[in-house]
């Protein structure tokens, strides 16, 4: 009886993991027991498990590498866990007003929504290609599931369609790399490939895998040229889903390429910086310019998210500590501009629906004053204009870049933010010069909380959140390194 006990308390850094896959099992028994009408009952006690793991992630930090160093639990883990867990919390909030409507009212898709969550914290403490594939698997079978939720809208079922395709191709291309790496170091284990690369150093071979398990990851956070499945799956899938995959598994899949190249691949840190450095400029030009010409809202939201992971791998490019927290703190900004900006396109509903394109927002500061307010709040800040936290994610970003001397990206990069004002500003301009063209129904209370919570923390960033975010990401990066 004490050795068992004493192996269970051995299993702590995995403790927040099994209590998110053992709420799930509960969780899918009691769908099955109750009938449709109460799926919003497994939903509300889904957002309190993932928001009571988050607390459980923050109150009982516990370091250590268990199952056979496949599994490591650091500062850096915890800080990402902690954005992954509220994202999904979120993104579950906000499918909950008029659930019918977006397709979301069945219980499964909390269901999904908790194995994606728990697939996208085992990638954040991958210590092993094995595990990482399991995480990265496991997050992705339950996202195809959810873009394609709504089984009677064309749209949703060609968008998971399209997701599970590209989906496949990247795995392959993930496995393909993951192989290559294990045939030339002889280790699948993270800890050991980086001895392997120090003592034998760089080779052909190595490079080839490096390349290929960076492809896979850089499809999972959407950078160019591994982008092409965004636009039409944020597009054609019901809009709560959209906003889970623009903020959770993004954070999650960064997590897991930080930890790859600033940990696993350090000794041929000159690499892989060529090929992140590439993604970068690649993501950051290519979203500025394909989102001026984009009508349907979604998509425009899904370059621009393609641009800030551009933005956010500034920070990588660099190769530093001061780029790692960078990297942490813009991850942590995103998320809730993402959350905010959701909560505003949720909030602009008519009889006939959700808004589809940037047109239907006509008027909206005359109809809906606050959601308008809130709207243009966050756009202002996905430009990056001080004194809002979007500025001072990418100030620093931009700051790691030009300490390493990496002037170019840098500039380039601020040139991309003047490119994409055009089609953010053009979004305001809607809302409050144009004549209204239709009415908007009213707005639930919990969006209007969402709205409220993440402009105060959006334009407040700096009085408020903006030191101590900023003690949590160096404390995250510094026990990376």
């Not at 397709?103 to 269901?111: D, L, P, R, V």
Request: net charge neutral.
């Amino acid at each position: 009886m004490v050795s068992d006990i004493t192996d269970f308390a051995s299993l702590a850094p995995a403790y927040p993991e099994m209590v998110v896959a053992i709420g799930a099992v509960i969780l899918l028994l009691l769908g099955v027991v109750l009938n449709k009408e109460r799926s919003s009952l497994v939903a509300m006690l889904a957002i309190v498990l993932l928001l009571g793991t988050a607390v459980l992630v923050m109150a009982r930090p516990v370091d250590g590498v268990i199952f056979n160093g496949t599994f490591i639990a650091d500062g850096f883990a915890r800080y990402m866990k902690v954005l992954v867990l509220g994202g999904s919390a979120f993104s579950l909030m906000l499918a909950l007003p008029h659930a019918v409507e977006n397709g979301t009212h069945k219980w499964e898709y909390s269901i999904l929504v908790l194995l994606a969550t728990l697939g996208m914290m085992m990638m954040v403490s991958a210590n092993d290609l094995m595990s990482l594939y399991i995480g990265l698997e496991l997050q992705s079978l339950a996202l195809y599931v959810l873009a394609a939720i709504k089984r009677d809208d064309p749209k949703a079922t060609e968008a998971g369609l399209k997701y599970f395709v590209l989906g496949a191709l990247s795995s392959g291309m993930l496995l393909y790399g993951a192989s290559l790496i294990y045939g030339f170091t002889g280790h699948t284990n993270l800890q050991e490939i980086v001895i392997a690369i120090a003592n034998q150093g760089r080779s052909i071979g190595l490079i080839f895998g490096v390349v290929f398990l960076l492809a896979g990851v850089a499809f999972k956070i959407s950078a160019v040229p591994f982008h092409m499945w965004t636009p039409d799956v944020y597009e054609g899938a019901p809009t709560p889903v959209t906003a889970l995959f623009a903020t959770a598994p993004k954070v999650a899949a960064m997590a897991l390429m930080v930890r790859l190249v600033m940990d696993t691949f350090q000794p041929i840190a000159h690499d892989w910086q060529q090929i992140v450095i590439f993604l970068s400029i690649a993501s950051m030009v290519l979203a500025a310019f394909a989102a001026i010409g984009q009508k349907s809202i979604k998509r425009l939201i899904a370059y621009s998210s393609i641009g800030h992971v551009g933005f956010a791998l500034v920070g990588l490019s660099s190769g530093t500590e001061g780029g790692i927290e960078g990297v942490a703190i813009y991850m942590a900004i995103y998320v809730a501009m993402t959350v905010g900006l959701f909560a505003c396109l949720l909030s602009l509903r008519t009889a006939d629906g959700y808004v589809e394109n940037i047109s239907d927002m006509a008027g909206a500061a005359q109809k809906r004053p606050f959601v308008a307010a809130i709207m243009a709040v966050m756009m202002f800040s996905l430009i990056g204009m001080p004194p809002l936290a979007g500025f001072f994610a990418k100030w620093h970003v931009f700051l790691a870049a030009i300490d390493a001397q990496l002037y170019l990206l840098a500039v380039i990069g601020v040139l991309a933010s003047a490119v994409s004002a055009f089609y953010y500003l053009r979004v305001v301009k809607t809302m409050y010069f144009d004549e209204p063209v239709r009415d908007f129904v009213a707005v639930p209370n919990e969006l209007n909380i969402i709205m409220a919570i993440s402009g105060f923390l959006v334009i407040t960033y700096y009085f408020t959140v903006g030191s101590p975010l900023a003690g949590l990401a160096h404390i995250a990066a510094g026990s990376l390194l």
